[in-house]
């Protein structure tokens, strides 16, 4: 009598199905891999991912994750490609096609993008094709065997596409040996932003940074605070050598105002928080947030490497880098 599986053990069934297929593909990569890879990180155009269906939504997910790494990439619908879009395409590109059958209406393309001269690498699970055939180099996932009940819809063969085109946009990521400063660049919002921007691309700075000596009066130095544009709510100290000495922030003009006001006449540095916490340029915003969050402080300086400061990190720029 055939047993019934019950929902749950047959959605463990499908990831089952889909992880094999994954696993296989471990003993297809070979000198072919390597062969897309020089292909790819020698392109002086881009990288053109195209598809259709499935397929072709897997290929937009390669095509931002090649473009996110440091890989010039866009995404070309197949069908699009036939009706004016395939002008995106010239000689220098590198076009990746995917297509689990390699005998979609993709191959309608072959003929132009030749044309072009633009070089062809295919995504395929089968190495018999049309695409295969005319293809420069064609990176072979296997004849896989669906998820779907039906063995019909696209399931284990795109999860597998998907691996591949992971493996290939990361291999080309590693040997372009981007730092963490340069992956940023691509990455400006969001938590990664806030991970990896350099202080420099966040910090208040020029019109924005206000900088007065320690003998300023209290009250002059509010004055700079409030006409300082975007209001910072804070202000850097320097001494006669444009040295960083002190810092004074609103939470210390309130925390100040409980004794009277006599205060505003005196001198900034007997009232400002001396050899404050601050920042070197270059550093990441990560490491400036956990000073911030350590120290449960909303405003830090930014120094250059001979301790002037050139500017200030709120909590709420940071903030605001990962929106």
Same mark, same amino acid.
């Given at each position: 009598?055939?047993?019934?599986?019950?929902?749950?053990?047959?959605?463990?069934?499908?990831?089952?199905?889909?992880?094999?297929?994954?696993?296989?593909?471990?003993?297809? =990569?070979?000198?072919?891999?390597?062969?897309?890879?020089?292909?790819?990180?020698?392109?002086?155009?881009?990288?053109?991912?195209?598809?259709?269906?499935?397929?072709?939504?897997?290929?937009?997910?390669? !095509?931002?994750?090649?473009?996110?790494?440091?890989?010039? !990439?866009?995404?070309? #619908?197949?069908?699009?490609?036939? #009706?004016?879009?395939?002008?995106?395409?010239?000689?220098?590109?590198?076009?990746?096609?995917?297509?689990?059958?390699?005998?979609?209406? =993709?191959?309608?393309?072959?003929?132009?993008l030749k044309k072009i001269g633009a070089k062809i690498i295919a995504i395929t699970g089968n190495?018999?094709?049309?695409?295969?055939?005319?293809?420069?180099?064609?990176? *072979?996932?296997?004849?896989?065997?669906?998820?779907?009940?039906?063995?019909?819809?696209?399931?284990? !063969?795109?999860?597998?596409?998907?691996?591949?085109?992971?493996?290939?946009?990361?291999?080309?990521?590693?040997?372009?040996?981007?730092?963490?400063?340069?992956?940023?660049? *691509? #990455?400006?919002?969001?938590?990664?932003?806030?991970?990896?921007?350099?202080?420099?691309?966040?910090?208040?700075?020029?019109?924005?940074?206000?900088?007065?000596?320690?003998?300023?009066?209290?009250?002059?130095?509010?004055?700079?605070?409030?006409?300082?544009?975007?209001?910072?709510?804070?202000?850097? =100290?320097?001494?006669?050598?444009?040295?960083?000495?002190?810092?004074?922030?609103?939470?210390?003009?309130?925390?100040?105002? #409980?004794?009277?006001? !006599?205060?505003?006449?005196?001198?900034?540095?007997?009232?400002?928080?001396?050899?404050?916490?601050?920042?070197?340029?270059?550093?990441?915003?990560?490491?400036?947030?956990?000073?911030?969050?350590?120290?449960?402080?909303?405003?830090?300086?930014?120094?250059?490497?001979?301790?002037?400061? =050139?500017?200030?990190?709120?909590?709420?720029?940071?903030?605001?880098?990962?929106?």
């Open positions: 009598m055939k047993t019934t599986l019950t929902d749950v053990e047959y959605g463990k069934d499908v990831i089952k199905i889909e992880a094999n297929a994954v696993k296989n593909l471990i003993h297809l =990569i070979d000198d072919t891999f390597q062969k897309a890879v020089d292909l790819v990180i020698n392109c002086r155009g881009r990288i053109v991912v195209t598809g259709i269906g499935k397929a072709g939504i897997i290929g937009q997910k390669i !095509s931002a994750t090649l473009a996110s790494t440091g890989t010039p !990439s866009h995404w070309l #619908h197949s069908s699009e490609a036939k #009706h004016g879009d395939l002008g995106r395409v010239v000689a220098e590109d590198v076009v990746l096609a995917l297509s689990n059958s390699g005998e979609t209406e =993709i191959i309608q393309l072959i003929p132009f190495n018999k094709s049309n695409l295969a055939t005319y293809s420069d180099i064609v990176l *072979y996932i296997g004849n896989i065997d669906e998820a779907c009940p039906l063995g019909l819809a696209p399931t284990a !063969s795109s999860t597998t596409m998907l691996a591949l085109g992971d493996a290939l946009a990361l291999t080309v990521f590693k040997k372009r040996n981007l730092s963490k400063e340069e992956y940023a660049f *691509y #990455h400006p919002g969001g938590e990664i932003g806030r991970k990896l921007l350099p202080v420099d691309a966040i910090m208040r700075k020029g019109e924005e940074n206000p900088v007065t000596n320690e003998d300023t009066t209290v009250a002059d130095a509010l004055k700079i605070m409030t006409d300082t544009k975007g209001n910072p709510g804070a202000v850097n =100290i320097i001494d006669l050598n444009n040295k960083l000495v002190g810092f004074f922030t609103d939470g210390d003009l309130r925390r100040n105002l #409980h004794k009277g006001t !006599s205060f505003l006449n005196n001198a900034i540095k007997d009232v400002m928080t001396k050899n404050p916490k601050s920042i070197t340029t270059g550093c990441l915003a990560s490491e400036a947030y956990k000073i911030l969050r350590v120290n449960k402080i909303d405003q830090l300086p930014v120094v250059d490497n001979n301790n002037t400061p =050139i500017g200030i990190i709120d909590v709420q720029d940071l903030l605001d880098t990962g929106n």
